[in-house]
């Protein structure tokens, strides 16, 4: 039985005016154990999908599982075995870190001692400042009781709904090394980020965008299936280099990317070809071949 | 781009009691120049941004901001200056017509001039169709190229951009990139905030605020080669994890 099961999900939210599709119909197993990330911008649904697959929230039709258990009929068996982290900060602001793990602990008919192996590595930095209220907390402490809060109970699965979101680099990298190690003891982990550059750290993922699924494979197996040839391209004036690519014969897309811009050819066009264009109306412009990496791949499949 | 500073900051200093946010930074901004302003979490680029906008009053230091002090023309510097975040930039309930309106209102455009941009600015956002439609319900992407529009609608010398791409599609942030690109070619100065290191690369220049000090100021490709990094993201890891104080 695969921990995860989410199959033909659509979602769909209606005002007076308009209706609005959050998910339309979709569905994709997560393995036992595996680092599996839902990866699009906001409004993509990921939140909604989060909600159903927590049973927090019904789906119009299709079917989510966890643990083989239904999210619609099963869904308090579900609650003792799934940890969720809401993508707003939502412990309570007037108990104090110890307060809230302890609280949630109860809940569960657990104790903080039972489990706090589990906990131990992410929940020791801020013990420190067990007796300070929630609210009081600065983003990156909150979050790790946020996460130790979703662990009290041993889940089994456990999900996170934009854990990283609005978090510098640093404390980014350091979240997700924290997920490598609840990955190592078992934990199932279902995670969305609309960071593209957070993809590779994810054993398969998912790219989703206006409620679908674009693509599913292991980063690298999305990388690969990226087929046209991808260049990078630069020179000294790359406002006035990207207008004159845009419009280069065999290029199918090109976007400025970081220090360089990626050219996307068609797949009858190589270096060659835009080199020779680009020496004679752009002398001095810098043409290397380059590894497409999930951002090139989210783009080019957002266009196809 | 000119030679001429738009925003010119001596020694800069903000203490909240014996906390010290921003300490001592200084540097300067020319017209029309992308200016990167990075740091992580907590590290003083929030109340560095209150203080040049006028918001918040320096602890000591100097600094003026469109040639108006930080000090004693605040309410000139508001003026002048145009703001947009990715948390607050729009009214969702007011339809994308009337949000023009109110901003350019507040800043005493004239009911002609409003009328006459307007219609510029809903054809070069293609939103001509949508004019009618609340802020609320249209896509985050287009909701932030119009925050951008409004932001720049009364022709300030300098916006601040506060993390303005945060949560949008790759497509849509480059499409932001360009308007931003092309604002700047009009002699617009931008000071930006960004939590993606790759938009770090397209700023002319890139300061890294650590601990509530400037740490590092520079193009991209010379902080790279300054700090021996293949990429902003290496240099600003290098910078930020050095860090006594964080948001943790």
Not at chain 1, 86 to 99: A, I, K, N
Not at chain 1, 211 to 239: H, K, Y
Not at chain 1, 253 to 277: I, M, R, T
Request: glycine content about 8%; some cysteine.
């Amino acid at each position: 039985m695969k921990p995860v099961v989410v199959d033909h999900i659509t979602k769909t939210y209606s005002s007076k005016k308009d209706k609005v599709t959050a998910l339309n119909d979709i569905s994709f197993e997560v393995e036992e154990g595996e680092l599996f990330g839902i990866i699009g911008p906001d409004g993509a649904g990921k939140t909604s999908l989060f909600r159903i697959i927590a049973t927090l929230l019904v789906q119009d039709s299709g079917k989510a599982t966890v643990e083989g258990l239904d999210s619609v009929k099963d869904y308090k068996e579900i609650r003792n075995i799934l940890g969720y982290m809401p993508g707003r900060f939502s412990l309570y602001q007037d108990l104090t870190v110890e307060e809230n793990l302890n609280f949630f602990a109860t809940i569960f008919n657990t104790t903080v001692n039972e489990n706090y192996d589990l906990i131990k590595d992410i929940y020791s930095q801020i013990e420190p400042f067990k007796k300070r209220r929630a609210g009081k907390l600065s983003g990156g402490m909150k979050q790790k009781l946020a996460l130790s809060c979703a662990l009290i109970h041993k889940p089994s699965v456990l999900l996170l709904d934009e854990p990283t979101t609005g978090v510098d680099a640093v404390s980014r990298k350091e979240f997700w090394e924290m997920l490598k190690k609840l990955k190592q003891q078992g934990i199932t982990i279902l995670v969305s980020t609309p960071y593209m550059d957070e993809a590779g750290l994810c054993d398969r993922i998912a790219l989703v965008q206006n409620g679908e699924v674009l693509s599913l494979d292991t980063p690298q197996g999305i990388i690969d299936s990226f087929e046209n040839p991808l260049l990078a391209v630069r020179s000294n004036d790359m406002l006035k280099l990207l207008k004159r690519l845009k419009s280069a014969r065999g290029v199918d897309d090109a976007y400025p990317f970081g220090e360089y811009h990626h050219v996307v050819l068609q797949k009858n066009y190589n270096k060659d070809d835009l080199s020779d264009y680009l020496v004679k109306e752009e002398p001095g412009t810098e043409i290397i071949s380059a590894q497409p990496n999930i951002e090139d791949c989210f783009m080019n499949l957002m266009k196809n | 781009m000119s030679n001429e500073n738009v925003i010119s900051v001596d020694g800069l200093t903000k203490r909240f009691g014996h906390f010290v946010a921003v300490d001592h930074i200084s540097f300067d901004v020319k017209r029309g120049e992308i200016f990167g302003f990075l740091g992580a979490n907590g590290a003083g680029k929030t109340t560095a941004m209150r203080m040049l906008c006028g918001l918040s009053l320096p602890t000591e230091g100097k600094a003026t901001v469109a040639g108006f002090d930080v000090y004693t023309q605040n309410e000139q510097i508001k003026k002048n200056i145009g703001y947009m975040s990715q948390k607050f930039s729009l009214y969702e309930n007011l339809t994308v017509k009337e949000n023009i309106r109110f901003y350019a209102g507040i800043y005493g455009k004239s009911d002609q001039f409003i009328r006459q941009k307007t219609e510029k600015v809903l054809e070069q956002l293609h939103l001509t169709n949508e004019a009618d439609k609340l802020v609320g319900s249209l896509p985050l992407g287009w909701k932030q190229k119009l925050a951008f529009s409004v932001a720049i609608f009364h022709e300030p010398g300098i916006v601040f951009l506060d993390e303005p791409t945060g949560g949008v599609d790759p497509v849509t942030r480059r499409e932001f990139w360009n308007m931003i690109y092309e604002a700047a070619a009009n002699g617009i100065t931008i000071f930006v905030t960004t939590h993606y290191m790759d938009e770090a690369e397209y700023c002319g220049r890139v300061s890294i605020m650590v601990d509530g000090r400037i740490e590092a100021l520079d193009t991209p490709s010379m902080l790279k080669q300054q700090f021996d990094a293949a990429s902003m993201d290496q240099v600003f890891l290098k910078l930020a994890r050095k860090a006594e104080r964080s948001d943790n």
